[in-house]
């Protein structure tokens, strides 16, 4: 690796972000539910770890997700905004 690149790399600074397990959301594990409220409260991103049984149908059910989003999204603005939680904090 040239020595520019390796400054370059040194200086970008990187967000930690929680992982949380799908499958242990489901299972209503406590500890990973207080992770899942940690990682909305503070840094507003968080990883989900999708690995498992339990989350094949979510993969699966991906076209459907696409097509909530866009029927959201399409909607008008009041209409939207009728969902604002008054904080930037929660989409």
């Given at each position: 690796?040239?020595?520019s690149i390796a400054q370059e790399q040194s200086n970008l600074k990187?967000?930690?972000l929680e992982t949380i397990d799908f499958a242990k959301l489901l299972?209503?594990?406590e500890h990973e539910v207080a992770k899942l409220m940690s990682a909305c409260t503070t840094a507003g991103f968080?990883?989900?770890n999708l690995q498992?049984?339990?989350s094949r149908g979510l993969l699966?059910?991906?076209d459907s997700m696409?097509?909530?989003m866009e029927e959201f999204f399409d909607q008008p603005f009041d209409t939207k905004m009728q969902d604002d939680r008054g904080t930037h904090k929660h989409g």
């Open positions: 690796m040239s020595q990187v967000a930690y299972a209503h594990e968080f990883y989900v498992g049984q339990s699966e059910d991906e696409y097509k909530a």
